[in-house]
């Protein structure tokens, strides 16, 4: 149904909700998963979270992740309509909103 984002993938540089792209969407295109995203975890964003705590449940974080990183790949510094606006298909039952938010921003300032 696609309402709570935690299966969010990249194709291509886009995120998507994999739950809801049928196989024939695919095509050509690369489909990037959360293991994808860094071979050794350091994405800017993956480090980001970790610097702000932003895990709790853990239940929504890779769509979280993924959401935040194809927004930084399409806007490197994104304002906080931009990250509320990216981010507002992406659901966190444990309420840690500020964190992802903080996070976005800190991965935007240390990714050049």
């Known amino acids: 149904m696609a309402q709570c984002g935690a299966c969010t993938v990249h194709l291509g540089d886009t995120a998507v909700r994999s739950c809801q792209l049928p196989v024939s969407a695919v095509g050509k295109e690369a489909i990037t998963t959360i293991e994808g ?3 050794k ?3 800017p964003v993956q480090k980001a979270w970790l ?3 932003v895990a709790q449940c853990g239940y929504c974080q890779a769509g979280q992740i993924m959401s935040a ?3 930084l790949k399409s806007n490197p510094k994104p ?3 931009d990250i509320d606006a990216a981010m507002s298909g992406n659901i966190c039952r444990c309420g840690t909103y500020l964190r ?3 996070a976005i921003k800190s ?3 240390n990714n050049g």
């Open 37 to 39: 995203l860094s071979a």
């Open 41 to 43: 975890g350091d994405h």
């Open 51 to 53: 610097e702000h705590d």
């Open 69 to 71: 990183a194809s927004l």
């Open 79 to 81: 304002t906080d309509a």
């Open 100 to 102: 992802i938010k903080e």
């Open 107 to 109: 991965a935007s300032t």
